[in-house]
T-cell receptor
Framework: AQSVAQPEDQVNVAEGNPLTVKCTYS??????LFWYVQYPNRGLQFLLK??????LVKGSYGFEAEFNKSQTSFHLKKPSALVSDSALYFC??????????????FGAGTRLAVHP | EAGVVQSPRYKIIEKKQPVAFWCNPI?????LYWYLQNLGQGPELLIR????????DSQLPKDRFSAERLKGVDSTLKIQPAELGDSAVYLC?????????????????????FGPGTRLTVL
């Protein structure tokens, strides 16, 4: 069965420092991977996706993610964190070898706290 | 362009009462999703519509939950009767399903746009 793991409930980082939010996945076939961010009292916002091509994917707000097939990981990164990046981050996967079923499997989420 | 609209944003009810949530997707989006998000967890799909057809409702507790998308645009999710364990955030999302065209081009998109959610509290 397809699954996504976000091993850290919370990540704390100082403003200006690089940040990494971890995600590992388990799917059959080639994975389609996504990162979403959720700010308080707001819906999930799409950050970036990996479908095919370059393993380093660039997304919104200066975020990027690196697809690593051998480690089955898709970690979210940003070179310099901002206080405004503080939010809940969700990794998601969709297995394209599923009869065209557009279902996203989300991880449990990681809360990012950026301190001034 | 307006995003996905959901109402109400908050709802507090007594257990055993009925409740309904409404969602208006982004204009032109043919696929609509209802998700359940429990506290401290990621969203879980309840039901997915392609136009007016419910193509996946395997995770919807059909004894008390129902949904409809009669004209293939906006949708309503209903719980009757509500239980204490139904307290959660109910998210609606929509997407433009390009699977047919995208599959021919070797690319498959599934960017889902989410509404702000309805936070339900059952007392």
């Amino acid at each position: 069965a397809q699954s996504v793991a976000q091993p850290e409930d919370q990540v704390n980082v100082a403003e200006g420092n690089p940040l990494t939010v971890k995600c590992t996945y388990s799917v059959s076939g080639n994975p389609y991977l996504f990162w979403y961010v959720q700010y308080p009292n707001r819906g999930l916002q799409f950050l970036l996706k990996y479908i095919t091509g370059d393993n380093l994917v660039k997304g919104s707000y200066g975020f990027e993610a690196e697809f690593n097939k051998s480690q089955t990981s898709f970690h979210l990164k940003k070179p310099s964190a901002l206080v405004s990046d503080s939010a809940l981050y969700f990794c998601a996967v969709r297995d394209p070898v599923s009869g065209g079923y557009n279902k996203l499997i989300f991880g449990a989420g990681t809360r990012l706290a950026v301190h001034p | 362009e307006a995003g996905v609209v959901q109402s109400p944003r908050y709802k507090i009810i007594e257990k055993k009462q009925p409740v309904a949530f409404w969602c208006n997707p982004i204009s032109g989006h043919n696929t609509l999703y209802w998700y359940l998000q429990n506290l401290g967890q990621g969203p879980e799909l309840l039901i997915r519509y392609e136009n007016e057809e419910a193509v996946d409702d395997s995770q919807l507790p059909k004894d008390r939950f129902s949904a409809e998308r009669l004209k293939g645009v906006d949708s309503t999710l209903k719980i009757q009767p509500a239980e204490l364990g139904d307290s959660a955030v109910y998210l609606c999302a929509s997407s433009l399903d390009l699977s047919g065209l995208a599959a021919e081009e070797g690319v498959w998109y599934n960017e889902q746009f989410f509404g702000p959610g309805t936070r339900l509290t059952v007392l």
